[in-house]
Structure formats: C-alpha cells, structure tokens
C-alpha cells in the first residue's frame, strides 16, 4: 500500500457499530469539581467522599457517557501488551529526536513509526484508530448503585479508622459507539478483529477498580462495513477475498457489510499471517 497523503485522501474505511452493556458495576470516575477542590483546600467545605460517574446535564437529565479516549485507551494498552512480545525490538525502537526533525516526507514518517503508534496515534500522527463516545440512553435510578466502601491504609495494609467513602456505578443499561479504522492496511483490520474478538470474551476491562472485578461489558457487534473510495485498491483487496461472505451495497461508493466478525476475521487472516511470517515487516 502507498502511505503518501494518507492524512489528505479517504480510500477506505472500516465502520462497526457496538453496544454495549455492563456485566459487572461499570465506573468511569468523574473529575472533582473545582468548586469542591478549592473548597477542600481551604477547609471551608464539607469532606465529599463520593466517588462519581462520568456525566453531564442535557435538559435536567443526567446523561452518563464512556468517553471514546477512554475506550481507545483500553483497547491500545491491550494491544501494548501482546505486540511487545510479537514485536519488542520494532514497538520498544523510539526515533531520535534528531531523526524526527529531518523527516520530511510524511509517508517516509509514517513507516518509521512502531505499529502502536501507526494504529492509535502518535503525537505528531493521529492514528487510523478511533473509538467515539458511548452514551448511555435513558438511565433510572435502578441502573445506580452507590456502595460505600472502607478507605485503605497503603502503608499497613489495612483499613482506615473512620475513612468511608461511596462509589457511583453503572450497573445496568446500554450504550452505542462506533469503532473505525481509517486508511487502514490489512493486517490492521485483522487485528481490529482481534481485539472485538477478545473484546467479547471478557479479556479487556473499562474504567476504575478492575481489580476488584469492576469494569467488564458484555459487546454485541451489529454489523461490520468496510467503505471502499478508492477503485483501484477496490480491485486488489477483491482478488485478496477481503469481501468473501459480504453483503454489497453501491450508493456513491460501494459498501460492503459483514453480519458476523468471523465472516471478516477468516478472510483477512491468511493476510495477518503472511504479515507475522515477514516478522511485520512491509
């Protein structure tokens, strides 16, 4: 594949549309208000102990939401962990500073980047991966659980005397998001297959306290389309049999849907091994 004016020119696009649900309390911990932090400093308030959830108010309703930084984050500490060891020379290389000056061409830039950050981001390249917000819909009070908890002593390992705080959780309810894989090449679009896959069977947490078992969501994965803009690379990825078991539908482009992951994931697979055969390397 050609990488100049990735940034500048669309040729595909790979969109899937996700619910999900929490199966396990679900807490994506809000920041302290500044009032409360001003007022704690200076002892005039009152000691809040609560821990919140992410929220915001749209016409007098709370609405709580999982920011897509933060879905993306999980996903790219995940993917962190396991191509360290499929690639720890190539992901731990760091380019000098001096090297990043002289790079120029911005395809040239683009090769020398480690495959995390060709994927989700790098300060001076925004990534091919993005996750968008996840909105929870129509919440009641029974989706809330507040527990309170006893305060730990990290020095002596035990509790608090008299330090009690509440957690807010999300414990029911569903929200909807939209991963998407931008440009992408092939082998990034079997690893996105990866991580839903993993995604799924419980292996990837979301939020705080996942090590007391908080944090796990069940996925369910409604459709998977691959938004082809670009004919030419059209052509080869058909002759690869990227669209085998797809349904086609031609609007100004052509759009191809998969119902199931695996439909997609066994098509790109051969691709994905061919690619770690050659140790990643284009």
């Not at 990825?237 to 849907?257: A, P, V």
Request: charged share 30%.
């Amino acid at each position: 594949m050609q990488y100049e004016g990735v940034w500048r020119v669309a040729r595909s696009e790979v969109i899937v549309p996700i619910t999900v649900r929490p199966s396990s309390p679900l807490l994506i911990q809000a920041p302290k208000k500044e009032e409360e932090e001003k007022e704690k400093q200076s002892g005039t308030g009152e000691n809040n102990n609560t821990i919140e959830c992410l929220s915001y108010q749209k016409n007098g309703t709370t609405v709580y939401y999982i920011p897509g930084s933060s879905l993306k984050g999980v996903l790219r500490a995940y993917t962190e962990k396991i191509f360290w060891h499929l690639f720890s020379e190539r992901v731990s290389e760091k380019m000098p500073k001096e090297e990043l000056k002289k790079v120029e061409e911005k395809s040239r830039f683009y090769r020398e980047l480690d495959y995390i950050s060709q994927l989700f981001g790098h300060p001076k390249f925004r990534g091919r991966f993005t996750v968008d917000d996840a909105y929870f819909v129509n919440l009641s009070s029974s989706d809330i659980d507040k527990r309170t908890n006893i305060a730990i002593d990290r020095f002596r390992g035990g509790s608090k005397n008299g330090a009690l705080f509440t957690v807010e959780s999300i414990v029911s309810g569903e929200a909807k998001t939209h991963v998407r894989l931008k440009n992408p090449e092939i082998w990034q679009i079997a690893w996105l297959c990866f991580l839903l896959r993993d995604w799924k069977e419980g292996r990837i947490t979301v939020g705080a306290k996942s090590a007391v078992g908080f944090g796990r969501l069940d996925i369910d994965i409604h459709v998977l389309e691959i938004h082809m803009y670009d004919r030419s690379l059209e052509q080869m990825w058909q002759e690869n049999g990227i669209f085998q078991n797809s349904e086609t539908e031609q609007e100004l482009y052509r759009i191809y849907r998969f119902q199931q992951l695996d439909d997609l994931a066994q098509n790109v697979e051969p691709a994905w091994v061919e690619w770690m055969k050659e140790g990643g390397r284009r």
